[in-house]
């Protein structure tokens, strides 16, 4: 999987000013799902358990950005929400452990509030990826000439974005 998207990637952007908006969003559909085959690896001890959730869990916060990345965006919005989250949610579960007083309410809020923006950085990042891909397209297309057919025969134009 990571050899598949590092060639796309790598392919996407050589050679060619043009961001693809279908690649851009397939990357981060790819990344977002990218945490499930992680999680599907069977695991045969309580500390491998614990390693393939800290992978999917790194895999999660970063891997949804990847269309951003392609298309130019490296500190996508998403990817700032899921760091938001993940730091919230470390605090509500830390407070859950520390709690002896049987009222763990807002620890959980602040860990569901934490989980929530992740996923909602997640979407964030899907939905946008088009709209990244066309914003680096707009910034880096410059006007060209072109030879043109025109009815009495050829002429030069001007094309681009203005």
């Not at 981060?28 to 992978?55: C, F, Q, R, W």
């Not at 043109?148 to 974005?161: D, H, Q, S």
């Amino acid at each position: 999987m990571r050899r598949l998207v590092l060639a796309a990637l790598a392919v996407g952007c050589a050679g060619s000013p043009h961001r693809s908006r279908n690649l851009a969003t397939g990357l981060s559909v790819a990344g977002a799902l990218a945490p499930l085959p992680i999680l599907a690896i069977p695991t045969e001890s309580n500390h491998d358990l614990t390693l393939k959730y800290e992978a999917a869990a790194g895999v999660a916060l970063i891997a949804p950005s990847l269309g951003h990345w392609y298309a130019g965006d490296p500190a996508s919005t998403g990817l700032g929400l899921r760091l938001a989250g993940v730091a919230i949610g470390a605090l509500g579960f830390s407070m859950m452990l520390e709690t002896d007083d049987g009222s763990p309410a807002i620890p959980l809020g602040l860990f569901l509030g934490g989980v929530l923006l992740c996923a909602g950085g997640a979407a964030y990042d899907l939905l946008s990826a088009q709209r990244a891909a066309d914003a680096w397209n707009h910034a880096h297309t410059s006007p060209a000439i072109s030879v043109m057919k025109t009815a009495g025969g050829y002429g030069l134009g001007v094309v681009g974005v203005f």
